[in-house]
């Protein structure tokens, strides 16, 4: 099973303060998490988003092309 690593990008939309445009996104390997957040360089994402991830992923709902990717190569989405 190859590991992988919910994230959330960390995109905001200055123009009504909302969280509604942030995402979790899945990035494979997992290990690209860390790297992102500790040297501060972008990872990419399923769905083709790249950012450099600052925010816990926990409070986002999943990205619905992330899940689809995964889910289509037969890969258990995490539930938390």
């Known amino acids: 099973m190859t590991q992988f690593e919910t994230i959330l990008e960390s995109k905001v939309d200055l123009s009504d303060g909302e969280d509604r445009d942030r ?26 988003k790249t950012w450099v991830p600052t925010r816990d992923p926990k409070k986002y709902p999943l990205c619905l092309t992330c899940k689809e990717i995964a889910e289509s190569k037969g890969w258990r989405i995490p539930t938390s």
């Open 23 to 48: 995402m979790s996104h899945i990035v494979v390997p997992a290990s690209a998490v860390a790297e992102a957040i500790v040297m501060g360089t972008p990872c990419t994402a399923l769905c083709g």
